[in-house]
């Protein structure tokens, strides 16, 4: 089977379930076209799927993706995240469509205007034949109220599989050593939907005469907070000291917002720390261990957790039936089965129009193959570390 993948934020959680998902079915050809988000790489894409990285804006990344899906006749189109998901209404009918939101644009915290214009949106691309992939119970339960004969497959999300050289020893103080004060960590980027503020918030109110608080991600939606509270923000680093971190850590402290089906809350509990989530209707439904909804409920409950023996124990043992309940192999049995059932449910697969290479088509690159600069410059300019790569864009479509 050939399946395609497209996602305009190619980063952090994303890109990792994306290469979760290329390695779980590693049977399957799997093509990658994709928008980076540069320093949010997390894991590299595996040398059996091949990556075609689009540089230039949303609406170009629209049209070189749908030219590119035309091209390769794909068994199947997996569409991950809203924008990619814009595509639904760009795609002829006839292509086996596969949605995965990873969390629904109107669950963010955005006014209500602009929520019920994403809800509107949503719910016209949901009636064209498609599967809706859910990493949750919650994104399920949207689907089915976006058009209820929707036809849906549950895929849970899962941490990419450690090895021994994947583990880094911590040798700084960037988590505070062993017999000092205990270290709540938070993983994300610093921005509105993780909710840096209520973090901070929290952390102002449990004070740092008694806990460390660090953040792990980067970004500028809220930094100030993190900065006036005593949180320190290790900003982006490798998947390697990220698992040595959370190991390292007292507490896993989710303060997010809106949420689909985070993977570093599912890393945290794969690494041994505790983690308690901010009480919002996806972490709810999916069972994790929760703090509530207010900043004084959560500052009482992480109190609760240092000083209660009885409660500690029994976020430690919730949070390991997490790592036990989101992993690899259950993740991948449910991916087969939902490609699988999508193949034989949803069309034929072959788009009615095929564009040849050299007639317009968007050409397949491999970009490993190709140097890229660090920092973005202008899409398409070279630059003193390398080239950048962009899909070439077609005229007069």
């Not at 960590?185 to 993780?194: P, S």
């Not at 409920?297 to 976020?315: G, L, M």
Request: one cysteine or more; glycine letters at 8%; aromatic letters at 8%.
């Amino acid at each position: 089977m050939r399946i395609i993948h497209v996602s305009e934020a190619f980063g952090g959680g994303l890109r990792s379930a994306i290469i979760n998902y290329v390695q779980a079915t590693d049977d399957h050809e799997h093509l990658i076209f994709a928008r980076a988000r540069a320093g949010h790489e997390t894991f590299d894409v595996p040398v059996s799927a091949r990556f075609v990285e689009y540089r230039g804006g949303l609406f170009g990344f629209l049209f070189e993706a749908r030219a590119f899906v035309l091209q390769q006749r794909a068994d199947i189109v997996h569409l991950h995240s809203s924008y990619a998901g814009l595509l639904r209404a760009l795609l002829p009918s006839g292509i086996r469509i596969v949605y995965s939101p990873h969390c629904y644009a109107m669950e963010t915290g955005r006014p209500a205007m602009k929520r019920a214009v994403y809800w509107s949106v949503e719910r016209m691309l949901a009636q064209r034949p498609q599967m809706l992939m859910a990493v949750g119970p919650r994104e399920a339960e949207l689907g089915h109220h976006l058009r209820s004969a929707l036809p849906i497959r549950e895929v849970p999300n899962c941490a990419t599989p450690v090895s021994a050289p994947d583990v880094a020893p911590v040798d700084d103080d960037t988590v505070a050593p062993s017999g000092s004060k205990p270290t709540i960590v938070m993983v994300g980027r610093v921005a509105d939907q993780k909710d840096p503020q209520f973090f901070a918030a929290v952390a102002e109110q449990l004070g740092t005469g008694r806990f460390d608080y660090v953040w792990i991600g980067e970004g500028d939606e809220g930094r100030h907070h993190l900065d006036r509270a005593g949180v320190r923000i290790t900003g982006w680093v490798d998947p390697a000291r990220t698992r040595s971190l959370l190991r390292s850590a007292g507490l896993y402290l989710h303060s997010a917002a809106w949420e689909g089906a985070p993977l570093s809350t599912i890393e945290a509990s794969v690494m041994g720390c505790p983690v308690l989530c901010r009480s919002i209707p996806s972490m709810a439904a999916l069972g994790y261990p929760l703090a509530g909804a207010t900043v004084s409920e959560v500052a009482a409950t992480t109190n609760r957790f240092f000083a209660d023996a009885d409660f500690h124990a029994d976020v430690v043992r919730r949070s390991s039936r997490i790592a036990q309940d989101f992993s690899f192999s259950r993740m991948q049995t449910r991916l087969s089965a939902a490609y699988a059932f999508a193949e034989r449910r949803l069309g034929d697969g072959a788009p009615p129009v095929a564009r040849a290479v050299g007639a317009g088509a968007v050409p397949m690159v491999d970009v490993r193959a190709v140097a890229l600069p660090t920092q973005p410059t202008t899409a398409g300019a070279a630059s003193s570390k390398g080239t950048w790569f962009r899909a070439p864009t077609t005229r007069g479509r």
